[in-house]
Every structure is written in structure tokens, then in C-alpha cells.
């Protein structure tokens, strides 16, 4: 379904994507096919992204979160998660201030994983820095650290404060979402 559409127009884009979705959803549900016809190359993206994550620059961390995210579920690697690849792609990212792999790293950490001890130290630091950052669950996971004195000393004035900015994130994330207008 290749087709050259003008995204300013809204009635364009509108009726590709109802085509769209009449396509996909015949293909799962009639075909039982859930991907959609879609033949996904996983490790030519990780390859992509790892050459991208190493290279460095301003798009960089994105392609290391990326490399992260598919280390650590597996897909690139037979369904064999490998944490200490994520770690290392995430610490990357979250070092370029990507919320996300702050946030990731805090779950690896607060889990453990083969190769990553767990480790509540860590895994607050990077909760903090996720929360900083405005990651919602990096603020509630650091308010349920302190809230509970989960490896740290219980602190119930930081566990209200983190819990009261999560809930303002929430909030301005809730309103910008829908703030968006078409072709804005």
C-alpha cells in the first residue's frame, strides 16, 4: 500500500488510514495473520542502531535506547534477552538525558537480571534522573522507593514530593495530549 499522500490535507490522511486499517485488520483477524504482512528485519535495525548509538551525535541516544530495548526483550537474539547489552545501551542513553532508558535502567536495577545484580543504590539514582527528566514512572517508582524504605532510609516527605510530581507530569501530559489538533 505505497502511495504518495499530502499530510496537510486531513481528508487525504484520514481516508489512507481508514484504508490502512481495513488492510491490517483483514490480514489479522481474516488471515490470522498478526503481523500484518509485514516482514520486520529486527537485526538489520539493531545493526542500524547499534552503528548509530556508536557513532554518536545528536540522534545517538535515541539509537542506543533503541539497541536496549531490543537487547533486552530478545528479538535480535532468538528470544535470549541480554541484560548486560541493554544496560550498557541504556546507560548510554540515559547519560544523553533519554528519559526512557533512565527509567529502564531503574527496572533493571530494582529486578536484577543475569549479568545485573539488582541494586536499589542504582536504582534510585536512576529513577531520580528519570523523574527529573519528567518521566512519570521514574517519579513513581523513586516515591514507592522512599515510601517504603526499599533499600534507601524511609523518607515519607521525598516519597510524597516524587508522588506529587508524578501526578503533575501526569496531569501536563494528559492536557498536551489533548491540546493537539490536526496538522499542528
Not at 504482512?37 to 542506543?64: H, Q, R, T
Not at 532468538?78 to 528519559?99: E, I, L, S, W
Request: net charge negative; proline share 4%; glycine share 8%.
Amino acid at each position: 500500500m505505497a502511495a504518495i499522500i499530502n499530510l496537510e490535507d486531513e481528508e487525504e490522511v484520514r481516508s489512507y488510514l481508514e484504508n490502512l486499517h481495513v488492510e491490517y485488520s483483514y490480514q489479522c483477524f481474516k488471515e490470522k495473520d498478526p503481523d500484518g504482512g509485514l516482514d520486520p528485519d529486527l537485526k538489520a535495525a539493531y545493526k542500524s542502531f547499534m552503528k548509530s548509538c556508536e557513532k554518536g551525535g545528536k540522534k545517538s541516544v535515541n539509537a542506543c535506547h533503541n539497541v536496549g530495548l531490543l537487547a533486552h526483550d530478545g528479538r535480535v537474539n532468538d528470544d535470549k534477552p541480554d541484560p548486560v547489552v541493554a544496560r550498557d545501551h541504556y546507560t548510554k542513553a540515559c547519560d544523553g538525558n533519554f528519559a526512557p532508558s533512565c527509567f529502564n535502567l531503574s527496572v533493571i536495577y530494582l529486578q536484577g537480571a543475569p549479568g545485573v545484580p539488582k541494586d536499589m543504590t542504582r536504582a534510585l539514582e536512576y529513577s531520580l534522573k528519570g523523574c527529573e527528566l519528567g518521566h512519570v514512572w521514574a517519579c513513581a517508582n523513586a516515591s514507592r522507593m522512599y515510601k517504603l524504605g526499599d533499600g534507601i532510609e524511609k523518607n515519607d516527605a521525598k516519597a510524597e514530593d516524587l508522588k506529587n510530581r508524578a501526578k503533575q507530569l501526569h496531569k501536563e501530559q494528559k492536557e498536551a495530549s489533548s491540546s493537539i489538533a490536526f496538522g499542528e
